[in-house]
């Protein structure tokens, strides 16, 4: 979840634009399952727009800024074991110390995370999981998979999102209701992060197809540091040159 959704709404918005809709016609090879994943989403997009985002929004009405800052750099404080650990994972030494002398520097001096003195500092944040670990020693994605509730993944950050779970210290506490606790206030601030991007995708013409590319997009140049440039298939299952063949000469 924490992968789905914790990405700030300027880059995301970047990402969106980038990740525009594919020709139609045309079908995307990463997406094989795509009408389970249509369906699939359709379900989360109905349930966002009648429960998320209305309290996402009633939340930003409701609470001062500062008051969702400090939220927001709380969860990313108690999130940062994720980042240290795939850090570690792959061979990133430099910046698993550095996130750890963020988490140190912003627990103690920043009150548990409620503020960022680490920023500050000079300690970049960095933003790492299970499933970046996996396409970073060379696993390949597998196909897009949209799980519901959670969202767009792909059966690598899939099978990583299942690792993060423990690495997560919220996993560890015993006692229910603040284990569901700051579960919600998770989803809440993530959701509440993501309202800058609603109408942009609510105006694409294809929002399956947009968001997916956009997804697709950031893993892709978060693992390699490159663009991604999908090939598309006929939809038609035609796999002759697109190319038209050459004019026949005028007769005289």
């Given at each position: 979840?924490r ?5 700030s709404?300027?880059?995301?918005l970047?990402?969106?634009?980038i990740?525009c809709?594919a020709?139609p016609g ?6 094989p399952?795509?009408?389970m ?15 998320a985002?209305?309290v996402?929004?009633?939340y930003?009405?409701?609470?001062p ?20 650990i ?8 430099v ?28 300690l970049?944040?960095h933003?790492?999981d ?16 949209v799980?519901p ?20 210290p ?5 006692d ?11 989803v ?13 995708v ?13 997804y ?16 598309l298939e ?12 050459p ?6």
């Amino acid at each position: 979840m924490r992968t789905i959704l914790r990405v700030s709404a300027p880059v995301l918005l970047c990402l969106l634009l980038i990740g525009c809709a594919a020709a139609p016609g045309k079908r995307d090879p990463r997406d094989p399952w795509e009408r389970m994943n249509r369906t699939t989403y359709k379900f989360n997009d109905k349930l966002d727009k009648a429960v998320a985002r209305p309290v996402a929004r009633t939340y930003v009405r409701i609470t001062p800024q500062f008051v969702r800052t400090g939220v927001s750099n709380f969860m990313d404080n108690l999130t940062t074991p994720i980042t240290i650990i795939n850090g570690l994972l792959q061979a990133k030494f430099v910046q698993a110390g550095s996130d750890t002398g963020r988490l140190l520097l912003n627990t103690t001096v920043g009150v548990g995370g409620l503020l960022d003195p680490a920023t500050a500092a000079g300690l970049d944040k960095h933003d790492e999981d299970f499933g970046l670990t996996l396409g970073h020693w060379g696993m390949p994605t597998g196909p897009y998979l949209v799980i519901p509730f959670l969202g767009f993944s792909d059966v690598r950050d899939g099978v990583g999102k299942v690792a993060d779970i423990y690495t997560t210290p919220t996993h560890y506490i015993q006692d229910p209701a603040t284990s569901w606790s700051l579960w919600f206030v998770e989803v809440l601030d993530a959701r509440t992060r993501l309202l800058g991007t609603d109408a942009i995708v609510d105006q694409a013409f294809d929002p399956y197809t947009f968001t997916r590319n956009a997804y697709l997009a950031r893993r892709h140049f978060l693992v390699t540091g490159e663009a991604e440039q999908p090939e598309l298939e006929d939809d038609t299952g035609d796999d002759s040159s697109s190319t038209p063949p050459p004019a026949p000469a005028p007769t005289k």
